[in-house]
């Protein structure tokens, strides 16, 4: 185990081992095949997980199923004090938790520790709605009769992701305990530590509480593991974060046994910059969308598109920023760059660029790996240079504009009315996030009405990512479906019945009919 990971563990109170158990389903266990958690800073070894076994996955699902037989007739508010707990265990390792993130999956220190605010965020909107909840009631025709929708507990839920940001979990985490149902997650098998720490901290709260561990279950293994409980009836809800591809596999697995699903795909984000645009706002948030999380979230600007009239002027002052960025250690307060995530993610961001080389584009910034010479201090070769590039081609259904390339590129290109850039932005697959800058209220009306943008997050003046937890997040076409965290989010983590309740001593058919006999 890597010093540095332990001295973050063992202030977060959690001993660590040399081989880490990562099932846990009120017990801590962990019989299958031995991961390698990664920096992906330097490269070294941070723990050896071991994973789960296909005996421990039929145990964890059976023990889940128990648990929720218990926590669905734990009264709601009640579950909403037990998150109120969870909340106060969280914001109290903020910064540790935080730093993990920072090790794990390579954030920089202000992102990681704030995906821990996003946490304590959502835990604090679930108690919240732990007692608004409520079901309705519906005039019936008949006399004597009352109808009533009620939501109860649906069962369990596996969150399942495929990408880093292993926090994503809390949004739908929170909202399902707060539901009454059992929750297994099963993390990207490269952020097991962080998936490790906050199930221990989340465990302790039950355990306080006398509440089943299996309340909130974690799985760590390969896709596999993740494939057998995808399939299982024993599982009422999949919550998927990751690729569209797999997305799809997901999809479709459950819907063939009429399972509920939410999908939160690809993004193809875009930035529109119309010439009234406030340039002193817009280009910080723009760069902050393509740059955050190395480009690696679902929510980054991947395609900046500019008004003819500032184009040139904005791209200046773009590749100035761009320019006084340098890599860092994630955990470094300076740093604004980390590595990406992985090897894979190195190759990702290579292929593209090479593919914008081939094609002619013209590369204002980035478009290469960084040098050993421009890494100091250990850091290893997962760090890339954010790219700004022009490419040649401003046709919106070449491959070039239609697929996310999960790296920090971003590609531009010149529009001559809003109606054009519209068009661009709605002509991909993806429909996650969006924004508008402008200060036009004409501009705005059109952005958001029937005719605008087609994504499931539109904004006006504020950047593509950084979504704050009351709305509902989510995208629309082939991002996939379903909302989570706020607004209506809830609703689709409980099991809704029609429940018509007649108190009259006739018992009166709908519609009028006769049936008498
Ligand atoms: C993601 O990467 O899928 O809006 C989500 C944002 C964050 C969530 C990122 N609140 O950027």
Same mark, same amino acid.
């Given at each position: 185990?890597s010093?540095r990971?332990?001295?973050i563990?063992s202030?977060?109170d959690?001993?660590l081992?040399?081989?880490?158990?990562?099932?846990?389903d009120g017990?801590?266990?962990?019989a299958?095949?031995?991961?390698?958690?990664?920096?992906?800073?330097?490269?070294?070894v941070?723990?050896?997980?071991?994973?789960?076994?296909p005996?421990?996955?039929h145990?964890?699902?059976?023990?889940?199923?128990?648990?929720?037989a218990?926590?669905?007739?734990?009264p709601?508010?009640?579950?909403?004090?037990i998150?109120?707990?969870?909340?106060?265990a969280l914001?109290a390792k903020?910064?540790?938790?935080?730093?993990?993130?920072?090790?794990e999956?390579?954030k920089?220190?202000?992102?990681?520790?704030?995906e821990?605010?996003?946490?304590?965020?959502?835990c604090?909107?679930? /108690? $919240?709605?732990?007692?608004? @909840?409520?079901?309705?009631? #519906?005039a019936? *025709?008949r006399? !004597?009769?009352?109808?009533?929708e +009620?939501?109860?507990?649906?069962?369990?839920?596996?969150a399942?992701?495929?990408?880093?940001?292993f926090?994503?979990?809390?949004r739908?985490?929170a909202?399902?305990?707060?539901?009454?149902?059992?929750?297994?997650w099963?993390?990207?098998?490269?952020?097991?530590?962080c998936?490790?720490?906050?199930?221990?901290i989340i465990?302790?709260?039950?355990?306080?509480n006398?509440?089943?561990?299996?309340?909130a279950?974690l799985?760590?293994?390969?896709q596999?593991?993740?494939?057998?409980i995808v399939?299982?009836?024993?599982v009422e809800?999949?919550s998927?974060t990751?690729?569209?591809?797999t997305?799809?596999? /997901? $999809?479709k697995?459950?819907? @063939?046994?009429?399972?509920? #699903?939410?999908? *939160?795909?690809? !993004?193809n984000?875009?930035?529109? +910059?119309?010439?009234?645009?406030d340039?002193?706002?817009?280009?910080?948030s723009?760069?902050?969308?393509?740059?955050g999380?190395?480009?690696q979230?679902?929510?980054?600007t991947?395609?900046?598109?500019?008004?003819?009239?500032i184009?040139?002027?904005f791209?200046?002052r773009?590749?100035k920023?761009?320019?006084?960025?340098?890599p860092g250690?994630?955990?470094d307060?300076?740093t604004?760059l980390?590595?990406v995530h992985?090897?894979?993610?190195?190759?990702?961001y290579e292929k593209?660029?090479?593919?914008?080389?081939?094609?002619?584009?013209?590369i204002l910034a980035?478009?290469?790996?960084?040098?050993?010479?421009d890494?100091?201090?250990?850091?290893?070769?997962?760090f #890339?240079?954010p790219?700004?590039?022009?490419?040649k081609s401003?046709?919106?259904?070449d491959?070039?504009?239609q697929?996310?390339?999960f790296?920090p590129?971003?590609?531009c290109?010149?529009?001559?009315?809003?109606?054009?850039?519209?068009?661009?932005?709605?002509?991909v697959p993806?429909?996650?996030?969006?924004?508008l800058?402008?200060?036009?209220?004409?501009?705005?009306?059109?952005w958001i009405?029937?005719?605008?943008?087609?994504?499931?997050?539109?904004?006006?003046?504020?950047?593509t990512?950084?979504?704050?937890?009351?709305a509902a997040f989510?995208?629309n076409?082939?991002?996939?479906?379903g909302?989570e965290?706020g607004?209506?989010?809830?609703?689709?983590?409980?099991?809704?019945?029609?429940c018509t309740?007649n108190?009259?001593?006739?018992?009166?058919?709908?519609?009028?009919?006769d049936?008498?006999v």
């Amino acid at each position: 185990l890597s010093s540095r990971a332990a001295n973050i563990m063992s202030a977060l109170d959690i001993p660590l081992s040399t081989d880490v158990c990562g099932v846990y389903d009120g017990e801590w266990k962990g019989a299958g095949p031995v991961v390698e958690s990664v920096c992906p800073t330097t490269g070294e070894v941070l723990a050896r997980v071991k994973t789960a076994s296909p005996a421990e996955l039929h145990a964890a699902l059976a023990k889940a199923r128990e648990a929720y037989a218990f926590f669905r007739n734990v009264p709601a508010p009640r579950r909403g004090e037990i998150l109120r707990q969870i909340r106060e265990a969280l914001a109290a390792k903020r910064t540790e938790l935080g730093a993990l993130i920072s090790l794990e999956m390579g954030k920089i220190k202000t992102e990681g520790i704030g995906e821990v605010q996003e946490f304590v965020d959502i835990c604090d909107y679930a /108690v $919240g709605l732990s007692r608004m @909840m409520n079901g309705r009631v #519906v005039a019936s *025709e008949r006399p !004597g009769h009352s109808i009533l929708e +009620v939501p109860n507990p649906l069962g369990v839920h596996l969150a399942l992701l495929f990408i880093k940001h292993f926090l994503l979990v809390s949004r739908n985490l929170a909202l399902s305990l707060a539901a009454g149902n059992a929750t297994i997650w099963k993390p990207s098998p490269t952020t097991s530590l962080c998936s490790i720490a906050v199930t221990t901290i989340i465990a302790r709260v039950l355990e306080q509480n006398r509440i089943p561990g299996a309340v909130a279950g974690l799985v760590t293994g390969d896709q596999h593991a993740g494939a057998a409980i995808v399939e299982s009836s024993d599982v009422e809800l999949i919550s998927f974060t990751g690729s569209e591809r797999t997305g799809r596999i /997901v $999809g479709k697995t459950v819907q @063939m046994r009429f399972g509920k #699903v939410i999908l *939160e795909l690809g !993004g193809n984000n875009t930035a529109i +910059v119309m010439p009234d645009a406030d340039l002193a706002m817009a280009v910080p948030s723009i760069f902050f969308g393509a740059i955050g999380t190395a480009g690696q979230r679902c929510t980054s600007t991947r395609r900046l598109y500019l008004h003819r009239k500032i184009a040139d002027e904005f791209l200046d002052r773009l590749q100035k920023v761009y320019s006084a960025l340098k890599p860092g250690d994630p955990l470094d307060n300076a740093t604004l760059l980390g590595p990406v995530h992985s090897a894979a993610a190195v190759g990702i961001y290579e292929k593209a660029v090479q593919h914008l080389r081939d094609t002619d584009a013209q590369i204002l910034a980035g478009g290469a790996r960084y040098t050993a010479a421009d890494l100091s201090g250990g850091l290893n070769g997962y760090f #890339v240079q954010p790219t700004l590039a022009v490419p040649k081609s401003i046709n919106p259904s070449d491959a070039l504009w239609q697929t996310e390339c999960f790296a920090p590129i971003l590609n531009c290109a010149v529009f001559e009315d809003l109606q054009e850039a519209i068009r661009w932005n709605n002509a991909v697959p993806q429909g996650l996030s969006s924004s508008l800058w402008t200060r036009d209220v004409r501009n705005v009306g059109t952005w958001i009405g029937p005719s605008g943008s087609d994504t499931g997050i539109v904004n006006v003046n504020v950047g593509t990512s950084g979504a704050e937890i009351g709305a509902a997040f989510g995208g629309n076409k082939s991002t996939g479906w379903g909302r989570e965290s706020g607004g209506d989010a809830w609703k689709q983590y409980v099991r809704w019945s029609a429940c018509t309740i007649n108190f009259s001593d006739a018992a009166p058919l709908a519609q009028g009919v006769d049936f008498s006999v």
